[in-house]
């Protein structure tokens, strides 16, 4: 069974609930799909969490897909997941800063939310930021980390640290832009 | 495990580019970057074949994956394999102080919410409001006993659109599926099945920006499919709310606000709220 190909395995686990094909898939693709978690999740633990979900989800609906790419598949069935638990998380983290915070801290709504098509892009625009501004954004808004724990993780002073996420968040909101329009063209 | 597997397994580990030059592989590249050695990759791989094991089976032991291995190690304990580095403890504790903290900041975001005025943008609320229908074209009875009938190409083609989030695909495909299955066809004639497909049409269309298109669909499924009504309003609603027509969106959410018997009249109430 280790030879056979990724729709094989599908079959087999689709036509004789064969748990054992459902493993192989997962010894192939398990790393990268706790890759992507982690790559948009930035969290250990939850990227961990993630990731079975996704597999939960294999189960469930694998079996009524016209799936021609098992691995595109699972790719965006992955990254669709890790996009709705991003946007709850930015979601819950934009509401608690705006109330608690009494600084210069700006807000992602003082646009508009973040839409699913740019949480797509948030990844690679967070590649994009300068280091500390990444890290800080990271810390805050994936990890859920204060502004305090942000400065002790990090060792810079709580100023910068707001400084760092104020410019972090409008330096993204420039890339996520800039990338949507480059692949609208 | 396979020797193939093991090794791309073993490559992601130790942080080796994946030979794979696709999005998944980037993504996945990207991601170990945020472990901090081969240690913690591996120790993370293992934690997640225990759990895999332990909630779907089928992973085989004493083949070289970690299940085996990890299991020797801690001589069968999978607690103690979850928690066995004080980094662990320590991450567990930060996150239940994250959650107690998310807790606080929820409950005061919610106060916020309610006594402050709204100047959202609809398309802004929408954004924030919109999320897709679950999709029941491919949903699977575990056992198959009850699985849907086999599903024609386009309609397959159009649920994978769908699930991928893809609207405007999802739309296209739907719209070509009821073309070519045009009312009185054969499959069209089970009304729950062109119900189905109309919902689903409907949010595509709503999702790939053509609120106003959607429309007269959720209409078509509010006067005709009384299964359905609950959730087309809510997507009828939503769909006002897109096309800029906000005091008919404001009136649509008040009916499905006042209807305490659809799932819908919490989220209604909310959006409702963020009109004020």
């Known amino acids: 069974m280790q030879s056979a190909t990724d729709l094989e395995l599908v079959a087999a686990f689709c036509e004789q609930d064969e748990r054992r094909a459902l493993g192989i898939l997962y010894q192939r693709y398990g790393h990268l799909v706790v890759g992507l978690c982690l790559d948009y999740l930035k969290d250990r633990e939850a990227a961990k969490d993630a990731t079975m979900d996704v597999f939960e989800k294999v189960t469930l609906k694998v079996c009524n897909q016209p799936i021609e790419t098992f691995r595109a598949w699972l790719f965006y069935t992955s990254r669709n997941h890790c996009i709705d638990l991003l946007r709850k998380k930015i979601r819950e983290r934009e509401r608690g800063s705006e109330i608690s915070s009494d600084t210069i801290v700006e807000s992602f709504d003082v646009e508009r939310p973040l839409s699913e098509e740019r949480l797509t892009m948030l990844p690679d625009a967070l590649a994009k930021l300068p280091a500390e501004q990444a890290r800080c954004v990271k810390l805050f808004y994936l990890v859920g980390k204060s502004y305090n724990e942000v400065a002790e993780a990090t060792g810079y002073d709580l100023k910068k640290v707001k400084s760092y996420l104020q410019n972090g968040r409008r330096n993204l909101r420039i890339h996520l832009e800039k990338m949507a329009h480059e692949q609208s063209e | 495990m396979s020797n193939q597997n093991r090794k791309d397994r073993e490559r992601w580990i130790r942080g080796e580019p994946s030979p794979e030059k696709d ?165 069209l004639a089970e009304v729950s099945a062109a119900t189905t497909t109309d919902l689903y049409y409907g949010i595509s269309l709503l999702g790939a920006n053509k609120a106003r298109e959607a429309i007269p669909v959720f209409d078509r499924l509010i006067a005709g499919a009384p299964g359905y009504r609950d959730t087309a309003s809510w997507y009828r609603a939503l769909a006002l709310l897109r096309d800029e027509q906000t005091e008919a969106a404001r009136q649509a959410l008040n009916d499905i606000a006042n209807l305490p018997s659809s799932p819908f009249a919490p989220r209604a109430n909310k959006l409702l709220k963020a009109f004020q």
Do not use: C, H
């Not at chain 2, 005061?108 to 999709?135: D, H």
């Open chain 2, 23 to 187: 999005d998944f592989g980037r993504s996945a590249d990207r991601g170990r970057e945020e472990l901090s050695s081969a240690a913690e990759a591996r120790e993370l791989m293992q934690e997640l074949d225990l759990a895999f094991t332990r909630k779907i089976g089928g992973l085989e032991k004493g083949e070289g994956n970690s299940v085996g291995s990890v299991g020797g190690a801690d001589a069968g304990s999978t607690e103690g394999s979850k928690s066995n580095g004080q980094g662990t403890t320590v991450r567990r504790l930060s996150r239940l102080y994250a959650v107690a903290a998310a807790i606080l900041l929820l409950v005061a975001a919610g106060s916020w919410w309610i006594s402050t005025q709204q100047t959202m943008s609809n398309e802004a609320l929408f954004v924030e409001t919109f999320t897709p229908y679950p999709n029941e074209l491919s949903s699977r009875a575990m056992g198959g006993e009850d699985a849907p009938a086999p599903l024609s190409e386009k309609l397959a083609a159009a649920s994978l659109a769908y699930d991928r989030r893809d609207y405007a695909a999802a739309a296209t495909a739907f719209a070509d599926y009821r073309s070519l299955a045009p009312a009185g066809s054969a499959e």
